[in-house]
């Protein structure tokens, strides 16, 4: 029986299907950390407490930072007022941009 060679495209969901696998194996378990580096202070932490509990209202890329930009607006627990955390990423790390109340 003649075996069947596999198309590139064949080859790369094969890869793909074992990095799904894999990642799920890697973060699907562990703790997390829940303090991130500020931007202007490398060696300043801030904890990520408000968002434990929250409510996530909006998830987005914000377009005028430039390493990144993941905002997340959200509404503490027993609060109204709605937030915003924006997060930057390079290589050599993330960090918080800015979090604060949404004018």
Known sequence: ?????????????????????????????????????????????????????????DIGFHKKAREGGFAIDYIKQNETITKRIVLGFTELGMWTYWQGKLK
């Open 1 to 57: 029986m003649e075996k069947k060679e596999k198309t590139m495209a064949e080859a790369f969901q094969e890869i793909r299907e074992q990095e799904q696998i894999d990642n799920a194996k890697k973060f699907s378990k562990g703790t997390l950390v829940r303090e991130q580096r500020t931007l202007g202070d490398p060696d300043k932490f801030e904890e990520f407490k408000d968002l434990l509990g929250a409510k996530i209202v």
